[in-house]
């Protein structure tokens, strides 16, 4: 079992940056796929980004070159940089933790973005 717990979410103005946060509970969290997703109300949950335990990552493509996703394997967290940010990009943002099977997800973490 793997807890997750994202945090760094907040209202901010358009063009502004946010950096999400989620610190994972295991201790094995380099062999972990981990990916940050985001639910718009009325939408379905989506991809934003995804890293692999090896570091190869991949984002949506409307997403590139705004979001970048990072891990740190010493502290058990992985990261959501976001910039250049617009009101579309509000939702409630998921970290998720992936091995084989497996998959955890976190509580969320809601980001607004409005003037």
């Known amino acids: 079992q793997v807890q997750l717990v994202e945090s760094g979410g907040g209202l901010v103005q358009p063009g502004g940056s946010l950096r999400l946060s989620c610190a994972a509970s295991r201790s094995l969290f380099s062999i972990y796929s981990m990916g940050w997703y985001r639910q718009a109300p009325g939408e379905e949950r989506e991809l934003v980004a995804r890293?692999?335990?090896?570091?190869?990552?991949n984002y949506a493509d409307s997403l590139k070159g705004r979001f970048t996703i990072s891990r740190d394997n010493g502290k058990n967290t992985v990261y959501l940089q976001m910039n250049s940010l617009k009101p579309e990009d509000t939702a409630v943002y998921y970290c998720?933790?992936?091995?084989?099977?497996?998959?955890?997800w976190g509580q969320g973490t809601q980001v607004t973005v409005s003037s």
């Open positions: 998720n933790a992936r091995q084989g099977s497996a998959s955890y």
């Open positions: 890293i692999t335990g090896g570091g190869i990552i």
